[in-house]
């Protein structure tokens, strides 16, 4: 059974930056095609970015396209997600998701119920 635990959340000001990690444990991880979402007070989760199996190939919502980058490390089992010029509007829960057999692009697309498994989540406080 694949276990996801995210670290790295915090408070920082508007225009800072903050890099999550989330580590893999059990499972295949090098099948999996590894994904971060969000979820806001009071709104649905989100999708954020997501990046292949061999880390060749990544997917980002619009939002955060040209802010964020999204790497992983197949040896050491983790993915991370370096969040630079950060908003008030990326305050959120920040979730590491798995997948097998998919792509970043259809990650995007699938819903929480769909997703192999998750993490507990991270918050991220952005002041304005």
């Known amino acids: 059974q694949v276990r996801l635990v995210e670290s790295g959340g915090g408070l920082v000001q508007a225009g800072g930056s903050l890099k999550l990690s989330c580590a893999v444990s059990?499972?295949?991880?090098?099948?999996?095609?590894m994904g971060w979402f969000r979820q806001a007070p009071g709104k649905e989760r989100e999708f954020v970015a997501a990046?292949?199996?061999?880390?060749?190939?990544?997917y980002y919502a619009d939002s955060v396209k040209g802010r964020f980058a999204i790497s992983r490390d197949n040896a050491r089992r983790t993915v991370n997600l370096q969040m630079n010029s950060l908003k008030p509007e990326d305050t959120a829960v920040y979730y590491c998701?798995?997948?097998?057999?998919?792509?970043?692009?259809?990650?995007?697309?699938?819903?929480?119920?769909?997703?192999?498994?998750w993490g507990q989540g991270t918050l991220v406080t952005v002041s304005s």
């Open positions: 998701a798995v997948e097998r057999y998919t792509s970043p692009q259809a990650m995007a697309t699938m819903t929480p119920e769909e997703l192999d498994a």
């Open positions: 990046i292949s199996w061999s880390g060749s190939s990544a």
């Open positions: 059990g499972g295949l991880f090098g099948a999996y095609v």
